[in-house]
């Protein structure tokens, strides 16, 4: 069984920055990555932040490139991101998401809130 534990979120100012983690126990990930919930939205609204596989490039949603970055730690099965410039239209619950690529699985973590706002 993987779980995923997220850590980092909090109240920042509009233009600061933050870093999340996650760290995945049990199988390695093939993917790993973050979604976000603002407020408001019903969970199916989930919005793609990033992700990235083992190998590859990183991939992010439009609005957050130039300021977000996502990195992994292969060795210690945990994925970051690093938000710069955020701004208040960047506040949600940010999920930790993860893929068993071996069995096709989604694993989610349980959310961490991250709140711009001055």
């Known amino acids: 069984q993987v779980q995923l534990v997220e850590s980092g979120g909090g109240l920042v100012q509009p233009g600061g920055s933050l870093t999340l983690s996650c760290a995945a126990s049990g199988s390695r990930l093939g993917i790993m990555g973050w979604y976000r919930q603002g407020p408001g939205k019903q969970p199916m609204q989930r919005e793609l932040?990033?992700?990235?596989?083992?190998?590859?490039?990183?991939n992010y949603a439009d609005s957050v490139k130039g300021r977000f970055t996502i990195s992994r730690d292969n060795a210690k099965n945990t994925v970051y991101l690093q938000m710069n410039s955020l701004k208040p239209e960047d506040t949600a619950v940010y999920y930790c998401?993860?893929?068993?690529?071996?069995?096709?699985?989604?694993?989610w973590g349980q959310g961490t809130q991250v709140t711009v706002s001055s």
């Open positions: 932040v990033a992700y990235k596989s083992i190998t590859g490039n990183p």
């Open positions: 998401y993860g893929v068993l690529t071996e069995l096709g699985k989604n694993y």
